[in-house]
C-alpha cells in the first residue's frame, strides 16, 4: 500500500466519523463519531510514520498520546452522559440546551 491509499482511507474514516458526529441525535451515536475522526488521525501518524526516514518512532508516540486521550475522552463523556439521563431521563443533544436544571 502506498501513502496516499492510507490518507484515502483516514479521509473516510474522518469524513464518516465528521458525519456521524454531526448528523446522530444520541450523544452515544456522536461518541462513536469523535472515535472514529481521532482514529482517523491515528492512522495518519501511523503511515507518515511507515514513510518517515527521519525518526520512526515519532508517530508511534503519537499514537499513544491519541489513545490516551481517547480513553480519558471515553470515562469523561460517558459519566456526563449517565448523569444528564439521570437529571432527564434522555440523552437526546437537542432536548439539552440548558447547563442548569
Given at each position: ?38 482514529n ?19 508517530g ?42
Amino acid at each position: 500500500m502506498t501513502l496516499e491509499m492510507y490518507l484515502l482511507l483516514s479521509a473516510v474514516l474522518f469524513c464518516l466519523g465528521l458525519f456521524g458526529a454531526l448528523s446522530q441525535r444520541n450523544l452515544i451515536a456522536v461518541l462513536i463519531g469523535v472515535e472514529l475522526m481521532m482514529n482517523a488521525a491515528s492512522l495518519n501518524f501511523m503511515a507518515f510514520n511507515r514513510f518517515s526516514v527521519t525518526d520512526p518512532s515519532t508517530g508511534q508516540v503519537f499514537v499513544l498520546i491519541i489513545i490516551g486521550l481517547a480513553a480519558a475522552e471515553v470515562a469523561i463523556f460517558l459519566s456526563i452522559i449517565l448523569n444528564l439521563y439521570r437529571q432527564r431521563r434522555t440523552i437526546d443533544p437537542e432536548s439539552i440546551t440548558e447547563l442548569r436544571y
